[in-house]
């Protein structure tokens, strides 16, 4: 089966959350301590899929709040550059950073990410400055876990999905656990099943879902289907890594895209591409097999780049990737 | 029609979020300035609906925190004495207190609060302090909105209700909307039309449904009517103050109960002895027409009484009240 | 010796800190539980003893912050009508509340209080609302210990400091030591020392002088007169409880004050009305046996009471006491 | 005159306040959005100054705080490395973070900072994490003003104050004034004014002294003289920039430095390393005209150069500079 969406709207995808630094080590397969200098990326998950996206040549939008800075201004620069529309960025007033990622590549599978995320601008999106005008433009609204962490983003995410819901908007939500933040598992496990129950789509790790469900040991996906299809979803993706990702239909058919082997540099940014090329694929009218590969082939794509934004590939990219691999 | 719910089951109601401390003048009909004596009392919503739903024969329980000291002894030994169960009282053990009401009486039509509710017990309330054992005993499961108006108690609030509808406990909301606390009414907004949407029955007054739609000017109840009954709910109740209250019902059967007329020493505790009665006649299995006349004698008879708890009637009162007055 | 201060003054006295409010039981020799009526008095160290100097006759004023409510209205009423210039007390605008302290009366000597001390007005003087032109009018200072518990009321007290020793105002510390609000014993320590260095008189409990110290142990007087007379203090003030009370001079003179009986209600207020009286009989020209004396006597009549402020005795009350047990 | 002190002891400066991360732009003259590489550099003044006091060839340790990650054991490493004695280094277990300083250098006369200061690893320095022993050890102790800006590390700096009065080491207050933190200028001059009250030598800006002495215009050196000698300051030094600094003495000596004309290449780290060589010149017993131009020379060192940690010069790098401009 194909997903339907409202066709006759002005942006293929609104994306909602953060948009963040990402300072990625120019020196790797080393120790932080060791890296002297880092190279400067746009960064964030709801950020980088509306830049994917926009690569793909979809219409993108982007809902949240910068900093009235330095970084700020480099960071709405550059999702203008890459066709994002910005209109509905909203500049923080009072003092807040951007948040950082500084990125440690000790080797391409022990990569870890210390964190800045005091206080951060993306967190203090207020719901009065979600715009039902501009939600109702889109064909989909892409939701992003870590938006949920706190107020008031929490509100104006949860306003933001009520308001697509009234305007017949689909509403994606993309699990992007991030542990940091979150006072809790069982705080977490509230708000994504909170919003899990309100969404079209899901997409999510194995793991992610575990934390949805509260699960102390790993849950199956039998039950995940059960759970979510009771409240309305349309779709379901769970990624299992190199075990590749599935796709679930309320009607029981199972999809499964398989992951494609690369020259790994670092695992960051993988799952910002496989959602831009997935949602791209079917918001194109792609069969949701055939979603599912471009989701894996873009993932495999940036996983052997450097940065997470800068490394989002274009439609020829994914399809020569795909061609190159059958 | 009548109210229908699984009837196998121990407790009639439970009643989640705060118990407080009411102190209450002694002398009245003046500033509070000039009232030098104060008498204690329980107080809080929650805590009154089920103090009155005990005090009318209903085996009503009780979820909230307290604090470890001697208002909370006293909370927890009041409320246990009128029969509520409190197995599930939660004791906080970070120092917190519990929060408190002076009440001044400038005249029966002019009464305002002194509150105190910073960082206050019944606030602190855990999602994992939220036993889904206990849950599935009741009947019904009450929400009072000011227990959503902060985390960690917001989420635990979440949780009840997910676990209640899980076990088909029917999910009753009292809006009981209190301005401190919450940031904006936009946030009080998002969280109460959440909770309406997930709610079996909805009680509160006009004003508090102006805060669930977030409007600057009054609403009507068709357009309230429309909003919730899309969402799945049973009945919706709505008090007009001297206009008396109307119970409508999804089919569009509206029930109007008129307010009786009393001697008015103060107005508190209205809200709190009109549930508990009108929730009496339901689960009782009397039709809504007389649950709202019961509603309203129970209120009338607190308004007349210097304290809200002590003062909840008894079913004989109620049913003379109504005699007296037919 | 007597002790000596600019005489060319209009106030003798300014106290800065907190004006609070007490509920005193009226049913004691109880636990609070079982306590259900309550008398409301102003309370609060240094507002008690501006009180109990005004009623001794002496011209005392007040600096702190007052909540904009109907507890704050009270307190400057009260004041007012006890002498106090409350011309510098200051309306609090962003809704804290009065400090509350519900006491309970186990036994006369089993007493103990039930604080509410979150957010509270007091501890939110600023600075700059602390007036050169008002402290310049004084004879003497007197710092409450609790003043010093948080910012910004610390730092208006240490720039009240700082003003009253550029126009030649005595500094009287009264330590006035209160566990709650204080994150350790380490920082009472270190704001007790800075502060004690400073001032010209100190006042206290032994204990209160072993948390200055940051003793585990009980400390001894001769160490603690070595520290204060090598940073300047003129008399130090130790109580001992039913032993008596002495005070020290630099230049070795030792004067010892007994306690007297009496027959005692609650222990509350015995500090405060200990400070009125002793400042009282030094700013009168006493000499220090009778400024001991004073305090001893003017403490035990409040003990014997049911409030701390309404009780503070006048002069004829503790002339008499003296002479009764002579 | 030259500056008398214990020679007795093992270490020759302990320097206590923040360790922090500066990232310094590799491309400059240009705004920071288009700066795409930074370096990674020790930075914060009072670790600066012991890495500066180090290389000159003085026994140097640190007390403070930092972060258990990657950007906390460069620090310590780095310090380490530069011979600094970080002994008294404490980690943070709480998952706060360094601080972190952004350099943009749009010309070499306009400079700015974007900082990272929220919950910083380095406020958090405890009282009891500072230790009488090690204090003990030292000639003198280097307290930076920044580390005055919160609690608990305010109270830290003021306990080691009192320790090193208490066992003869000199106190050197450097203002190191930076505005973020504060809640007032207000609040900074209170502290600012209690520690330059207790110190032997006070180094500062113009700028800072304003600050110091709450002053809305710029104060003159006479006044801040009067007011800094009265409180027992042996030696006060202030910057003025391009007009050099001046050493004032207590007998009315006036010594001025000149500023030397270098090739700027942007404005931080002039005070650390005008400090680092003033001391280091004192500590050797050289006179205050000799100390004035080894300061300034460092500084005029350091600003030419892209950081401010790892440029801070060698002895025969100053010797050499001052001899070029003789």
Redesign the interface.
Known sequence: MAFTFNQDRELDIITIGRACID?NA?EYNR???E??????YVGGSPANIAIGSSKLGLKAGFIGKIPK???G??IQ?YMNEKGVDTSNMVVDTDGR?AG?A?T?ILSPSECSI?M?R??VADLYLE??EVNEDYIKKAKILLVSGTALAL??SR?AV??AI?LAKKHDVKVIFELDYRPYTW??Q??TS??Y??VAELSDVVIGTRDEYDVMENLASPGNNDETMKYLFAHGAELVVIKHGVAGSYAYEPNGTVHHGQAYKTNVLKTFGAGDSYASAFLYAIISGKDYETALKYGSASASIVVSKHSSSEAMPTVQEIEQFIRDRS
Chains 1, 2, 3, 4 share one sequence.
């Open positions: 300072l120019n120790p932080m301590e890296t002297m200098t880092f190279t400067k800075d330095q970084h201004r480099f620069r950073r950082l500084f440690e210390l800045y005091e206080n719901p009065s107020s008031p509100e949860i306003k009520s006072h809790s069982e705080e509230i708000y099943s909170l």
